[in-house]
């Protein structure tokens, strides 16, 4: 069955420093996702991307943040400047739609630490 | 305010037995209701997605209810197993997009051999 992946499972980062998280959706899906959950908390929306750019973002999603689909196959988060507050689970997620009841697979998450 | 309510926040539970969870919501207008098993340090995986017109949703053991003129939503897990200990979320949809999707915090189960 596909599955959506993301590597790594675990970031262990230094404040202000840049990183990639990497995504790898379901092949046939159009539209991608990305959330964050910070430990304990729920599970807020940073960013959708549909066509090779955003469609929609949320206030957490700011100019530290970027999304890319460099090729046809990973789609992937950036943080410029890392902060403390960054440290959280980042699940992808992938689509076929996104009208009406459309079903969302979540990826395993990418643990990142910043110290 | 859109929000998204869950309870019990926790509960133990003997393997065998049935649970129910519920959610209550103030999300409008609304479009679908969805329930997620969230295993620790893994993704989500969606149950159930239930809209407007949908009030009984079963996926195996698990059923979903909705009472959109409450705005209350329950899942019942029936048999429970040791496999069932995780996460519940609760998700509701405001409107199409993924950024009106709102996050319960979810109820964490614990099934107890």
């Known amino acids: 069955e596909p599955e959506v992946t993301q590597t790594p499972s675990h970031q262990v980062t230094q404040m202000g420093q840049e990183v990639i998280l990497r995504c790898v959706p379901i092949s046939n899906h159009l539209y991608f996702y990305w959330y964050r959950q910070i430990l304990g908390q729920k599970v807020e929306f940073l960013v959708s991307?549909?066509?090779?750019?955003?469609?929609?973002k949320s206030e957490i999603f700011d100019d530290q943040f970027s999304v890319e689909r460099p090729d046809g196959s990973n789609f992937t988060l950036k943080i410029r400047s890392t902060k403390l507050e960054d440290s959280a689970m980042y699940f992808c997620a992938s689509s076929r739609s996104d009208i009406g009841p459309y079903e969302q697979y979540f990826g395993p998450g990418t643990r990142l630490t910043v110290t | 305010k859109n929000q998204v309510e869950q309870s019990p926040q926790s509960l133990i539970i003997l393997e065998g037995k049935n649970c129910t969870l519920q959610?209550?919501?103030?999300?409008?207008?609304?479009?679908?209701l969805r329930w997620y098993k969230q295993d620790t340090g893994r993704g989500p995986v969606s149950l159930t997605i239930m809209t407007f017109s949908e009030n009984t949703k079963s996926n195996g053991r698990y059923t979903a209810t909705l009472d959109a003129d409450t705005k209350q939503s329950s899942l019942h897990i029936t048999a429970s197993q040791l496999s069932d200990s995780a996460s519940y979320i609760c998700?509701?949809?405001?409107?199409?997009?993924?950024?009106?999707?709102?996050f319960g915090t979810g109820t964490r189960l614990t099934v107890i051999p």
């Open positions: 998700v509701v949809s405001e409107q199409t997009g993924a950024n009106n999707l709102f």
């Open positions: 991307f549909y066509n090779n750019e955003i469609s929609e």
């Open positions: 959610c209550n919501y103030t999300v409008s207008p609304f479009s679908n």
